[in-house]
């Protein structure tokens, strides 16, 4: 689980009238967590991890406009989470958490 608060800028360049490519940066807070892990019989082997901090993001796309305030998009952005550890033996630890996200939509502007 995670979650991402940042705040973004974005570059735009038309290539046409109607087609634009944009990318952007974005730093932040974001926190990632994972949930405690066992295996049947009772055993709870693997305790839950969850950590908080600086986060950070990178996106690209490509948007299409539609209509003079209509708008089609892809993007994908690449965030990236604090380092999170559960802090026992056996568990997890990761050095920095990565999320891919790609998305496709529709922008109105007003």
Same mark, same amino acid.
């Given at each position: 689980?995670?979650?991402?608060? &940042?705040?973004?800028?974005?570059? &735009?360049?038309? %290539?046409?009238?109607? +087609?634009? +490519?944009?990318?952007? %940066? !974005? @730093?932040?807070?974001?926190?990632?967590?994972?949930?405690? %892990?066992?295996? &049947?019989?009772?055993?709870?082997?693997?305790?839950?991890?969850?950590?908080?901090?600086?986060?950070?993001?990178?996106r @690209?796309?490509?948007?299409y406009?539609?209509?003079?305030?209509?708008h089609?998009? +892809?993007?994908? &952005?690449?965030?990236?989470?604090?380092?999170?550890?559960?802090?026992?033996?056996? !568990?997890?630890?990761?050095?920095?958490?990565? +999320? !891919? @996200?790609?998305?496709? !939509?529709?922008r109105?502007?007003?």
């Amino acid at each position: 689980r995670y979650k991402a608060l &940042t705040f973004n800028a974005y570059r &735009t360049h038309e %290539l046409t009238e109607s +087609v634009a +490519v944009f990318a952007g %940066l !974005g @730093i932040g807070w974001g926190s990632a967590s994972l949930p405690q %892990l066992g295996f &049947t019989g009772g055993c709870n082997c693997f305790a839950a991890a969850s950590e908080s901090g600086f986060s950070y993001l990178g996106r @690209i796309g490509l948007e299409y406009r539609l209509q003079e305030r209509h708008h089609a998009f +892809v993007q994908f &952005t690449s965030l990236h989470l604090p380092k999170l550890s559960s802090g026992a033996s056996p !568990g997890a630890s990761y050095a920095r958490k990565s +999320v !891919g @996200i790609g998305a496709v !939509g529709y922008r109105f502007l007003f």
